[in-house]
């Protein structure tokens, strides 16, 4: 088992900060579990944790799209929260998804209440639409987004440093079983994660491609999944070209008057 030091807690703290600015935003995509879950693994000084534990992470919360008023957990807590959990407690990175997940829901909670509150400010803000005065709906937008991106850096830094030692216990006097548990549904997530993907995103004509990468991953053996990227990455171009050339030759036909829609 590792501890985590002050320097680290607050190093992590800040992670959040950035990160959490970034999810409020949804600007440059930071907040997706497998960066995360890599930069707080170097933090810790262990990258390889980092890295498994951001990658299952990332293939749970794949399919984890907000529909309407409803939710996911949020991506960030579970990012840092499996890395810390599997490098503070020495559980596999599967265990840690599932021991995560109450700090994920935690933070979505004190999310979606910023999300009823901050109506509040909308009276203030139509307000300054109304005046065109910019400066002030500036600071308005500045100040909702500062108190959120705090309350992500509060919210990690007590649970990665001051809780610590109490979900070290928690951990340690977890029962052999309920540890199995944990490991057996952090192996699920992954694998249902993708799933809730795909079903949104596969189409028929898509479907060769995932046989063919099926395939690969399953049946040929190999140290790494990057010759499958590879792979994915060029059977993706291949489809990007094809349906432009297609596009090009469609508009070609209407710009000469063709119309083979009736007809041999």
């Known amino acids: 088992m590792h501890s985590i030091t002050l320097v680290q807690g607050l190093l992590l703290a800040i992670l959040a900060i950035?990160?959490?600015?970034?999810?409020?935003?949804?600007?440059?995509?930071?907040?997706?579990?497998?960066?995360v879950g890599t930069l707080t693994g170097l933090i810790?000084?262990?990258?390889?944790?980092g890295l498994i534990a951001g990658g299952l992470t990332e293939l749970a919360f794949a399919g984890l799209?907000?529909?309407?008023?409803?939710?996911?957990?949020?991506?960030?807590?579970?990012?840092?929260?499996?890395?810390?959990?599997?490098?503070?407690?020495?559980?596999?990175p599967k265990t840690a998804i599932g021991l995560a997940l109450p700090f994920s829901f935690l933070m979505q909670y004190i999310i979606l209440f910023y999300y009823s509150s901050f109506s509040f400010f909308m009276?203030?803000?139509?307000?300054?639409?109304?005046?065109?005065?910019?400066?002030?709906?500036?600071?308005?937008?500045?100040?909702?987004?500062?108190?959120?991106?705090?309350?992500?850096?509060?919210v990690v830094f007590l649970s990665v440093y001051v809780a610590?030692?109490?979900?070290?216990?928690?951990?340690?006097?977890?029962?052999?079983?309920?540890?199995?548990?944990?490991?057996?549904?952090?192996?699920?997530?992954?694998?249902?994660?993708?799933?809730?993907?795909?079903k949104v995103m596969m189409k028929g004509q898509y479907v060769p491609y995932f046989i063919i990468g099926f395939f690969i991953a399953s049946f040929i053996p190999f140290s790494n999944l990057l010759p499958v990227a590879v792979i994915g990455a060029a059977l993706a171009i291949y489809e990007y070209f094809n349906s432009k050339n297609k596009l090009v030759k469609n508009e070609m036909m209407a710009m000469n008057g063709d119309d083979y829609n009736e007809g041999i």
């Open 44 to 49: 810790l000084g262990d990258p390889q944790t």
């Open 123 to 154: 009276p203030k803000a139509d307000k300054y639409a109304e005046e065109a005065n910019t400066s002030g709906l500036v600071k308005l937008n500045i100040l909702t987004t500062a108190i959120v991106a705090i309350s992500y850096g509060v």
């Open 164 to 198: 610590q030692d109490l979900m070290k216990i928690l951990v340690k006097s977890m029962p052999v079983w309920l540890g199995h548990g944990f490991e057996i549904a952090g192996g699920i997530l992954p694998a249902v994660g993708f799933g809730m993907l795909l």
């Open 18 to 35: 950035i990160v959490g600015i970034d999810f409020w935003l949804e600007a440059l995509f930071l907040f997706r579990p497998i960066i």
């Open 65 to 92: 799209t907000p529909a309407g008023g409803t939710q996911p957990p949020n991506p960030i807590l579970a990012g840092i929260m499996t890395t810390v959990i599997a490098y503070t407690t020495g559980t596999d």
